[in-house]
């Protein structure tokens, strides 16, 4: 099965920061790699899919990049909607398997 | 607009059963591969189960393979888990998603159904 390790498990950042969760596979995955936003007692919500593609919808201020084992999700300019848990998942191959989550909070 | 409702969740005891429902509208269901995905309380989230637009795939994670069983109902626009020999560890919110494109990844995802298991 394919781990995905994401870091940090928290941060604490303030309105107006740039913010960097990254995610890495245990094996190559290609760009077979998407972000999700869940925020307390809401379904999640898809971001990103294939590494770099914005969810029709998604602010601009979301982007994503990497291929292979190592990815990132950049928030350009944190706002108050933006807090929130991230979680990415791997789609090369079932058994699909999400990162344990990085949850932003309010500094 | 494209709309997934779970139904079917509860408080059951270990070595139950319980069958779970994801109703669908909206969208050609009939087109789209379906998934549950669960989440247990304060956790993160973990795959169940995957099956195709017609039915002729499926696959399973490892936790629930031989006790879980992913269908789907086309006519009915309706997608299903039974969950068989209930265990504590099955106790999550399970929600449902479409496979957004054929390529694994789930958008969007229903409101969720929590599973209880508790003697």
């Known amino acids: 099965d394919i781990q995905m390790t994401q870091s940090p498990s928290s941060l604490s950042a303030s309105v107006g920061d740039r913010v960097t969760i990254t995610c890495r596979a245990s094996?190559?995955?290609?760009?077979?790699l998407n972000w999700y936003q869940q925020k307390p007692g809401k379904a999640p919500i898809l971001l990103i899919y294939t590494g770099s593609t914005l969810q029709s919808g998604v602010p601009s201020r979301f982007s994503g990049s990497g291929s292979g084992t190592d990815f990132t999700l950049t928030i350009s300019t944190l706002q108050p909607a933006d807090f929130a848990t991230y979680y990415c998942q791997q789609s090369h191959s079932p058994p699909l398997t999400f990162g344990g989550g990085t949850k932003v909070e309010i500094k | 607009q494209v709309q997934l409702v779970e139904s079917g969740g509860g408080v059951v005891q270990p070595g139950r059963s319980l069958r779970l429902s994801c109703a669908a509208s909206g969208f050609t269901f009939s087109s789209y591969g379906m998934h549950w995905v669960r989440q247990a309380p304060g956790k993160g989230l973990q795959w169940v189960a995957l099956i195709s637009y017609d039915g002729s795939k499926i696959y399973y994670a490892d936790s629930v393979k031989g006790r879980f069983t992913i269908s789907r109902d086309n006519s009915k626009n309706t997608l299903y888990l039974q969950m068989n020999s209930l265990r504590a560890d099955d106790t999550a919110v399970y929600y449902c998603?479409?496979?957004?494109?054929?390529?694994?990844?789930?958008?969007?995802w229903g409101q969720g159904t929590l599973v209880t298991v508790s003697s």
């Open positions: 998603a479409r496979d957004f494109r054929g390529d694994n990844w789930f958008d969007p």
């Open positions: 094996q190559s995955i290609s760009n077979y």
